[in-house]
Structures are given as structure tokens and as C-alpha cells.
């Protein structure tokens, strides 16, 4: 006899899902469950918990729990893990493919209890009751189809780096071991923080304006590489040649870097104003000076007009005006779409602080 087996151009996807349907048809148990019943804290509070690591794998659950500050991390805690040792022990799966399917919490009964007071007085406490659903599942076979799953929820991300390869590059390029890395991101800010209080000692005229776009850092073995983009190079270079030469060894002696050279050059940005960094340094430096903060927005709009733009939004959240209650205002102009990807799209957040009474 001919055995006639299935052939097309995605092969090895169709005997990936004929075997899921064996292993479906064979009726083998690929989840596990716990259930704890009656723990004394509110529903509310061990929801806000559970949204948290619904779709998560079970190490990444465990990471998480032990690092927030909440009491309903503990008793979710030890149900996840009593889950996963049932899976281990009792049906013999392995720990690195369980994911949570399923995290459910049910209100239960409220205990009421009397508490005595002074006089013979007393006055009702409530308790609340729930019950907390756990639901894991192991991945082994369906890994692409719960990470996909996985992916479609709605989990926050940053939008700078959500366009990476796309419109956005990074800005620092080096490699470091695990171990090492933090020790490497500290290094960055510190190197950006020095750059940045020499150029506001010694800018020419005192607008308020550093100018820096960015600051992109190249480290190698031997040498680290520094590329400044300014808006206006000028009222730092201008009437002392020498000065980044000085810059360089500030950074040098600060940093103590003795067997690294190190290589600073200044680029310049043909249109400064239409760079969000230095467009907020504007509307602080504007907003320092007792400036109404509609006029500062309008004067940064029309000088991204300037710079062919084609849209901005500006938004300022904080005491506007000196007024007591902290409020959020913005203004637009022009079209600042978020999506699609391809058109290029700056954010830019910073802090500053103003004086008393504005």
C-alpha cells in the first residue's frame, strides 16, 4: 500500500501542528493548577498583582514577585511555586517552559469580627476573602503560538526605543559582559553629566541654551570615542580655539582614565531648532526668565516652522504660573502622527525647576 503524506511548501509547520494534535488526541496533560482559597486580603489588591505577570514565564513571575512591594506578592508567591512543583514532581515537565495561561482571583466570604473598645463598646471589622486561580502550561510544543500571544498584549514600551533600526540609533556603542554593564551605563551618564557642566561654565553668552542635541559615545579597548552634536558650536569654540582640548582633559581628570585615550569632537546640526533637546532647553531657559509659558510654546513653534517640521507638540506639567495646583497644558501644530514607524518621531522629556512664586 501507498501511504500518502501530507507535502507542501511550509512542511515543517504542518507536521509541527499534526503533532500537536497527536499529542491532543493522546489526551497528555500539558497544564497544571493551583488554587488557594480564603486568604485574608482583598480581591482588589491581589488583581493589581496578578495583571502583572499574566503571559509571563515562570522565572521571569518569580523575578518579579520578589522585587515589588506588595503583601500580595507572598501568598501568589507560594502558589505559583507549589504550581510549578506539582508540574516537576507529579507529571514531570520542566520549569523552563511553563508559562502562566491563566491567574484568576474570586471575591469570597467577608469575616466579620467585633472589636472591643472602652465602656463596654465595640465596633465591626470586615475582613475580606478571596481566592486566587493559577494556570500554568508547558510550552515545549506550543511555544510559538503562546508567544505570539504573548506579544499581542498591551505592554508598555518606550517609544524612542520601540524604533530602533528604524528612525532611531543608538547612542552609545560599546559591549560589556553581563556584570559589567552597569558599571558601563553609570560610566555613560557620568561622561554626559561632565560634558554638560563644561560647556554651561563656559558658553559665551549666558542665554540658557546649551545647545547639545546629543551625545554619542564609542568605547573600544583602547580608546573612547565622543561626538557632540551642537546646534551652535560656535559659542563654545569661538574666541578660544583650544577649548576642547581643555574639555578633553576636564573629562580625563574627573574620570580618571589613565590607560584609555579619549577623542572629543564637536559636530554641528544645520538646523537647531528643529531638535526637540534644544528646543525644550529654549522653553525652560524662556520659562526661567519670567516668561509666559503660551509665549515661550508659540516662539519654539515658530521657530520649528523655521526648520521645516512637519508637526510639534509641546506639553508642560508642573506649578504653571505659581499656581498652587500642579496642572498640564499643551499645544499643537501641524500633524504628529505615532504611528506608522517610518516617519521619524523625537521625544524628548526633561526636568527643570523655576523659582519661587512664578
Not at 62 to 72: H, Q
Not at 132 to 147: A, F, P, R
Not at 229 to 240: A, I, R, W
Request: glycine share 6%; with cysteine; proline share 4%.
Amino acid at each position: 500500500m501507498w501511504e500518502v503524506k501530507p507535502y507542501d511548501k511550509y512542511g515543517k509547520e504542518q507536521n509541527k501542528d499534526l503533532e500537536i494534535r497527536k499529542r491532543e488526541k493522546e489526551d497528555i496533560k500539558t497544564e497544571v493548577y493551583a488554587l488557594s482559597q480564603s486568604i485574608s486580603m482583598s480581591a482588589h489588591k491581589a488583581r493589581r498583582v496578578l495583571d502583572q505577570i499574566r503571559g509571563r514565564s515562570y522565572q521571569e513571575t518569580l523575578m518579579i514577585l520578589e522585587l515589588m512591594p506588595y503583601r500580595a506578592c507572598y501568598p501568589i508567591f507560594k502558589l505559583i511555586y507549589s504550581a510549578a512543583a506539582n508540574a516537576k514532581h507529579n507529571m514531570g515537565l520542566n520549569e523552563e517552559y511553563l508559562v502562566i495561561i491563566k491567574a484568576t482571583v474570586n471575591e469570597d466570604t467577608t469575616v466579620k469580627k467585633l472589636k472591643p473598645r472602652a465602656r463596654g463598646r465595640s465596633y465591626p471589622i470586615k475582613r475580606p476573602t478571596c481566592h486566587i486561580t493559577i494556570v500554568l502550561k508547558d510550552i515545549s510544543l506550543y511555544e510559538e503560538s503562546v508567544v505570539e500571544n504573548s506579544i499581542s498584549m498591551g505592554q508598555k514600551i518606550n517609544p524612542l526605543g520601540f524604533r530602533l533600526a528604524t528612525t532611531q540609533g543608538h547612542h552609545s556603542l560599546w559591549f560589556a559582559q553581563p556584570k559589567n554593564y552597569s558599571k558601563g551605563l553609570q560610566e555613560d551618564q557620568k561622561l554626559r553629566e561632565c560634558i554638560k557642566n563644561y560647556v554651561q561654565k563656559n558658553m559665551r553668552i549666558s542665554s540658557g541654551v546649551e545647545g547639545i542635541a546629543r551625545i554619542e559615545i564609542q568605547k573600544r579597548i583602547d580608546l573612547i570615542q565622543i561626538i557632540i552634536h551642537m546646534g551652535f558650536p560656535k559659542l563654545l569654540v569661538e574666541g578660544k580655539p583650544r577649548r576642547i582640548e581643555e574639555l578633553q582633559m576636564n573629562v580625563q581628570k574627573e574620570l580618571n582614565y589613565v590607560n584609555r585615550k579619549l577623542n572629543i569632537t564637536i559636530t554641528r546640526i544645520t538646523k537647531p531648532y528643529g531638535h526637540p533637546n534644544i528646543l525644550a532647553e529654549f522653553i525652560a531657559g524662556q520659562l526661567r526668565n519670567r516668561v509666559s509659558f503660551r509665549k515661550a510654546i508659540k516662539k519654539a513653534i515658530e521657530l520649528t516652522e523655521q526648520a521645516d517640521t512637519k508637526g510639534i507638540q509641546v506639553q508642560i506639567a508642573g506649578r504653571i504660573d505659581g499656581k498652587e495646583i500642579a496642572r498640564v497644558e499643551w499645544i499643537r501644530e501641524g500633524r504628529v502622527p505615532y504611528k506608522p514607524f517610518e516617519l521619524k518621531l523625537i521625544i524628548v522629556p526633561i526636568e527643570f525647576e523655576l523659582y519661587m512664586g512664578y
